[in-house]
């Protein structure tokens, strides 16, 4: 027998035995790999069904969101119903906060004092910064003519907030009209070493340099 003819034999030996394995294996391991395959073809499955939920959700909370401020236009207690109902049925959606800080608006703007900060508290509890923050400092403008409950809104928000500038800067305006112009020029400056840009970074420097700072 020829060399060639004998690696001939030993490769379809091997051919054999690597079939034979392959076939012990999947005799044993079967159920476990149509289980894998299944759960993936599943949670495929589940993914695209997901998003495709979402996609179909967040178009109807954008709808009804901007719905709701169109009748706000032609019919004020209407168009808060609406976005009452936007916040009732979507939670904290993003569509959903801004609805809230609408409906607070609203309120403030009727005199509602308490109520639009008490609605303005509830979304700085649930949501995430950085409306977080921002729902803080609304709450904080609200109370304006209330400067001790503005300031104790103030107080709580971290250095690292995208509107502790913009907070410190009402904090000053807050701490100047009680007549501790010191005081009001410290948080200015300190607000404008948070180094803000744009008109806020204008607006400090202004009230510094007219403070004599």
């Given amino acids: 027998m020829s060399r060639v003819e004998l690696e001939g034999i030993f ?10 394995n392959v076939a012990r294996m999947w005799l ?3 159920y476990w790999i149509i289980g894998g395959l299944v759960c993936l073809f599943l ?39 609406a976005l009452n109902a936007v916040t009732a049925d979507y939670g904290q959606h993003g569509y959903a906060l ?7 608006r609203a309120l403030a703007e009727e005199g509602k004092r308490d109520e639009a900060v008490r609605l303005l508290e509830e979304v ?9 923050d921002l729902a803080t400092l609304q709450a904080a403008y609200v109370l304006a003519d209330d400067p001790k409950r503005a300031l104790q809104r103030l107080e709580g928000m971290a250095r690292e907030s995208a ?27 300190d607000a404008l070493s948070l180094k803000p840009e744009g008109g806020l970074r204008k607006r400090l420097e202004r009230r510094i340099q007219r403070m004599g700072g």
Avoid: C
């Fill in 98 to 104: 801004m609805a809230r800080f609408a409906e607070a």
């Fill in 43 to 81: 949670g495929l499955f589940a993914y695209v069904g997901w998003s495709e939920y979402q996609k179909k959700r967040d178009l109807e909370v954008a709808d009804r969101y901007l719905g709701a401020m169109e009748v706000r236009i032609d019919d004020d207690a209407a168009g808060r119903k």
């Fill in 11 to 20: 490769e379809e030996v091997d051919q054999q035995l690597e079939a034979e």
């Fill in 28 to 30: 044993k391991n079967r």
């Fill in 124 to 132: 700085s509890a649930t949501a995430g910064v950085p409306l977080k």
């Fill in 163 to 189: 509107y502790k500038p913009h907070a410190l800067e009402f904090a000053g305006i807050l701490t100047s009209g009680s007549g501790d112009d010191k005081g009001a020029l410290a948080l200015y400056k």
